[in-house]
């Protein structure tokens, strides 16, 4: 597993990316403020999401919170850009790092999810619900997890540095 690590990584670093993320000194800590910026965007969005349909916030249409999902969406597609150039800019410490490499699983099974919740016409049953209704028993479970995975996402992140001694 090394090996292909070792490639990718020697790979990547030839990437114009890679160039920019080590050449300008300001592309670091500018992608890091967008990168939070972006998980506020995410977290805020899905979390609401989340909470309204474990319960809490009954008064709340879920077809209005559900609206604000394209903000989390944006707020992803900026963490994606932003993550790749930090990866680019560094990936050894990132690829071999047992934090990242959890992150990474954490965000595809939360992607799993989404398509589940989706796919499965939870989704449309969700939105359907007027403000006081209770949540199907599936689109909680559902959301229990989405909480829990982007809960972890957020964690792994923040120990990066701390664990799997890579930085």
């Not at 954490?106 to 619900?129: D, Y």
């Not at 989405?146 to 701390?162: A, D, I, Q």
Request: with cysteine.
């Amino acid at each position: 597993m090394d090996v292909y690590i070792d490639s990718f990584s020697e790979w990547l670093k030839g990437t114009p990316l890679a160039f920019v993320a080590t050449h300008y000194p300001w592309v670091w800590p500018v992608c890091q403020i967008l990168h939070f910026f972006g998980l506020v965007l995410l977290i805020s969005m899905v979390g609401l999401l989340d909470l309204r349909i474990l319960g809490f916030g009954k008064g709340l249409s879920l077809r209005s919170i559900s609206r604000t999902i394209p903000l989390g969406v944006a707020g992803f597609a900026l963490n994606l850009l932003t993550g790749a150039i930090f990866v680019a800019g560094d990936p050894l410490h990132y690829l071999r790092n047992p934090a990242f490499q959890f992150k990474i699983g954490f965000i595809a099974v939360a992607g799993l999810n989404v398509l589940v919740f989706h796919a499965s016409g939870l989704s449309k049953t969700v939105e359907s619900l007027a403000p006081d209704d209770d949540a199907p028993f599936g689109a909680k479970v559902v959301a229990s997890l989405s909480t829990f995975l982007w809960v972890g996402v957020m964690y792994l992140g923040r120990m990066l540095p701390f664990l799997g001694n890579s930085f």
